[in-house]
């Protein structure tokens, strides 16, 4: 037997147990990515409701999406929304893992606090931030003073439901923080403090170069979620006032629901996929970009 017949099997008996082990994903990502985006697809180039499949019209929705300014409002608003919360979250979950981290006797007190928000189902947060957010007896106005209408108020609905989301969720990117800064070896930060190093000396030599792979992360998760906001706009706004925190998702929800025009509400999708998908390749360069400066 020739040798590369027996380098093809060998590759061939150590490949089999890994499709194996793989069989289960990729049969699930078949199942219920590939084939949906696959129809949502077709769907788009269709003129469709909820319950049939009309004419083939082509490119005709996307046609009309590209001259949809309620789509163009939409966009803004889920962009405007991730900016509101992206950068806070990202600071706020390493600023609370770094006190977490600090106070050693109190760590798993601190820990729960911090991280209890985060299990609250959506429908919980929001009656909270409702409650919070109310003009006359919520919290937020009887600490500020006054009687703001946060959320009946178009400047202020979309940054009061960012606040909200912000509290929400912060919890899980101080997690991610909390793992980062307790694989940091110790003797580093005693070799350090030798030399005479202290404070924000230590913080950028040591705790930022390590941590910076675990804020690259945090900052993908967070704007991917970011992104995909619905449920908080849906139930203490449902996208008004005037439309001002009807985001894409929301909209695409009206428009296969109340409307029922599935087609449309398919094109909304894949436009809004391909905006997300260049939005991701854009930041995959900067972080590049920014990790050959060694920023």
Do not use: C
Not at 53 to 70: K, Q, R, S, W
Not at 157 to 169: F, R, Y
Not at 215 to 241: D, H
């Amino acid at each position: 037997m020739k040798p590369n017949d027996l380098a093809l099997r060998s590759a061939r008996r150590e490949g089999l147990p890994a499709l194996t082990l793989l069989a289960p994903f990729l049969i699930v990502f078949l199942l219920f990515f590939l084939v949906p985006a696959g129809v949502t697809f077709w769907m788009s180039l269709t003129e469709s409701s909820l319950t049939r499949t009309n004419a083939f019209v082509g490119l005709a929705n996307y046609h009309t999406l590209l001259n949809d300014p309620a789509f163009w409002d939409s966009v803004l608003n889920t962009f405007y929304f991730a900016l509101l919360t992206v950068i806070p979250l990202t600071a706020l979950g390493l600023v609370m893992a770094l006190l977490v981290n600090r106070f050693v006797k109190a760590q798993a007190w601190l820990q729960g606090v911090f991280f209890l928000p985060f299990v609250l189902p959506i429908s919980v947060m929001t009656l909270i931030a409702d409650w919070m957010l109310q003009p006359s007896s919520g919290v937020i106005n009887h600490i500020l003073g006054g009687q703001r209408p946060w959320l009946a108020d178009p400047y202020l609905a979309l940054p009061a439901v960012a606040i909200g989301t912000v509290w929400w969720t912060v919890g899980f990117n101080m997690l991610l923080f909390l793992a980062g800064l307790r694989n940091i070896p110790a003797d580093l930060y005693e070799a350090a403090a030798l030399d005479g190093a202290r404070g924000f000396t230590l913080f950028h030599s040591i705790t930022w170069p390590a941590l910076r792979p675990v804020a690259t992360t945090a900052l993908i998760l967070q704007i991917i979620a970011s992104l995909k906001v619905f449920g908080q706009t849906y139930i203490l706004t449902s996208g008004g006032p005037f439309n001002t925190t009807r985001v894409t998702l929301h909209y695409m929800y009206e428009t296969a629901f109340t409307q029922s025009d599935a087609g449309y509400a398919a094109a909304i999708a894949m436009a809004f996929v391909t905006i997300v998908i260049l939005l991701s390749a854009l930041q995959a360069g900067v972080v590049r970009w920014l990790a050959r400066r060694d920023i």
